[in-house]
């Protein structure tokens, strides 16, 4: 078994539970044991936090925002994703401290070096082997959500030019670490878009 943590990033609408259901049936197949999660909600405590920073009605201050988040990534890896790489498991996740500093630190206007000092306290220093950036420009991403579902949650009702500037810091982030990140058209199709994450994920797990 193979010890890697993957995670999937990009805007609503951009794919990534389908690429990581995937990526999760692909790496069974070649024998791997896999840990599919998410953030938020990728815990017990998480499934709780998930329903209040996302459904709850009300506002949510911004910095009370992102401390939710880095409350729920803090309990979901000491709990849910260390333990799995410990035991030489591949996690798959999607979203990761990456969507905290595009989300709250670009989309909420708070300060993305703060945002994401603070998750990588609440997480340790954990970093993903590999981040997979499925980019998709906003109004593709909104056409796609407005033809799957009716309800919104808090992030995915917020108005286009904020979805933007998410847009915008996931590519910043991805320039600054080209290493750590695979970034894809998002409007290719789906087995176009796995079999370049396979791609990708085989080079780490044969290294």
Do not use: C, N
């Amino acid at each position: 078994m193979t010890a890697l943590f993957v995670t999937l990033e990009g805007g609503d609408g951009a794919g990534k539970s389908t690429q990581a259901a995937l990526l999760e049936e692909w790496l069974q197949e070649r024998g791997e044991t896999v840990l599919r999660t998410r953030e938020p909600g990728g815990s017990d405590l998480g499934i709780e936090l998930r329903e209040i920073i996302l459904h709850r009605p009300g506002h949510i201050a911004p910095r009370a925002e992102a401390l939710i988040y880095a409350a729920d990534r803090a309990h979901h890896v000491a709990t849910v994703v260390r333990p799995a790489l410990e035991r030489g498991e591949v996690v798959v996740q999607d979203r990761y401290l990456d969507s905290s500093v595009a989300y709250q630190g670009a989309g909420r206007t708070l300060e993305p070096t703060e945002i994401r000092a603070l998750s990588l306290w609440a997480a340790e220093g954990l970093l993903p082997d590999l981040t997979i950036l499925l980019d998709l420009d906003e109004s593709e991403g909104r056409r796609r959500l407005d033809a799957s579902r009716t309800l919104y949650d808090r992030l995915e009702a917020e108005k286009a030019e904020f979805h933007q500037r998410v847009r915008e810091a996931y590519l910043e982030l991805a320039d600054a670490e080209p290493d750590r990140f695979l970034v894809l058209d998002a409007r290719r199709a789906p087995d176009e878009l796995a079999e370049d994450i396979r791609a990708r994920v085989e080079e780490l797990i044969d290294r």
